[in-house]
């Protein structure tokens, strides 16, 4: 039902990535977010006990810009944790990447357009 897989990629912090199966039940995915809701008050309470709780303000999204170089985006996390509530870690990294496209090579004509149009 889970499957854990240890994060070396994700910028300077390590973590854990946990995969949720589609199938997996309400009742159950309240218990998880509880728990996670649970263990991330406790790790904000242990990193200020140390003073640094500034570590757990950023967090980034990896994007890999048209010259081949990648680059960091650094957003919210509470922000990236919203938007995971309704959309696939893949659908955000998708959405991120069409943004970063769209800045990189900018189209400034009509939004709307017959796309059938002879």
């Known amino acids: 039902m889970f ?11 390590q973590g854990e990535i946990v995969s949720i199966s589609d199938e997996t039940d309400d ?3 309240a218990e998880l977010q509880d728990l996670y809701d649970t263990l991330q008050d406790e790790l904000e309470q ?3 006990q140390r003073d640094e709780g500034l570590m757990m303000n ?5 994007v890999k810009l048209k010259d081949g170089s990648l680059c960091t985006l650094r957003v919210s996390p509470d922000v990236v944790t919203r938007i995971l509530t309704v959309l696939e870690f893949d659908e955000l990294q998708a959405f991120i990447e069409n943004i970063a496209r769209s800045v990189e090579e900018p189209d400034s004509g009509h939004f709307c357009h017959n796309v059938n149009k002879d």
């Open 3 to 13: 499957e854990c897989e240890d994060d070396k990629s994700f910028g300077s912090v």
């Open 27 to 29: 009742t159950m995915l």
């Open 46 to 48: 242990l990193l200020e």
């Open 58 to 62: 950023a967090a980034g999204m990896e």
